[in-house]
């Protein structure tokens, strides 16, 4: 299974970073840092009506490379004139040519949240998103117990960190909620066979708390999948592909979501 692989590889990554930066160094740097941001990307998807958490990635396990041209300061750029709420920014560097760089200079040249997209399977690495100017991190059930998911979120919030939980299926909806989770996303692929259904975040968007913010993510293409959700109250969409083939983003948003922003 694909993401087997990537969790995998993602271990010898952080084992690599710790020789680098020692766990005990990466904390220090970390709590030097202004933790009392308010949690921005919350306070965003918490505002009345859908918004759009816009993904800045160069190439995914499933399509290969989806970007050959990859001016990423100008694509996040342009998400925010768009009226995107905030970015997401692939770090993992294997299967997704991802960079830490790209992450660090977006957070440095846009002023709305930007989420952390890599595969967290160690707490160093929520320290690392900090120091590389991360709003939110994400925590994917599939790779983590309800045990280790409840201690990240405390990790992530004293650092003053959002924690988008995702889940793909009733179970893993439970845990995410056992573990006190805010923000919880579903993933509409499946990563067994990578197959896509936007109706598994209408089915699982009625077991998520009320209070709890919702995102749905993959898969997300036309106005129509838009209108869907926005029925469903889902306060929130990820979409990457669909924007990153598109010379136009801002056109590109304002079809999605009817019109306008």
């Not at 969790?7 to 084992?15: C, F, G, N, P, S």
């Not at 690599?16 to 949690?39: L, N, Q, W």
């Not at 660090?104 to 690495?125: A, G, H």
């Not at 409840?150 to 909806?173: C, N, P």
Request: charged letters at 30%.
């Amino acid at each position: 299974m694909i993401l087997e692989k990537i969790a995998a590889d993602t271990k010898l990554r952080v084992e690599k970073a710790k020789r680098k930066v020692p766990y005990s160094e990466i904390c220090r740097r970390a709590m030097a840092m202004d933790a009392t941001t308010g949690f921005p990307f919350e306070k965003a998807l918490a505002e009345p009506g859908i918004h759009y958490i816009c993904e800045v990635k160069k190439a995914s396990p499933s399509k290969g490379v989806i970007a050959q041209d990859f001016p990423y300061l100008e694509i996040a750029r342009e998400y925010e004139k768009a009226g995107a709420a905030a970015i997401s920014c692939l770090t993992e560097p294997k299967y997704f040519q991802g960079k830490d760089a790209y992450l660090k200079e977006i957070t440095e040249n846009v002023s709305i949240p930007v989420l952390r997209k890599d595969f967290t399977i160690d707490e160093y690495m929520i320290y690392e998103a900090k120091t590389l100017g991360a709003s939110v991190v994400l925590l994917i059930c599939a790779l983590l117990d309800t045990a280790t998911l409840k201690r990240y979120i405390k990790v992530a919030d004293r650092l003053g960190l959002s924690a988008l939980v995702e889940v793909h299926d009733e179970e893993e909806m439970q845990s995410a909620i056992e573990a006190g989770a805010r923000v919880i996303g579903v993933n509409n692929r499946n990563l067994k066979d990578f197959t896509v259904d936007i109706g598994n975040s209408i089915r699982l968007r009625t077991l998520a708390p009320k209070n709890v913010l919702f995102v749905a993510e993959s898969g997300i293409k036309t106005a129509e999948d838009i209108s869907k959700l926005r029925e469903a109250k889902v306060n929130g969409v990820l979409i990457g592909e669909t924007l990153m083939r598109s010379p136009d983003k801002k056109v590109v948003l304002e079809e999605l979501n009817g019109g306008s922003l």
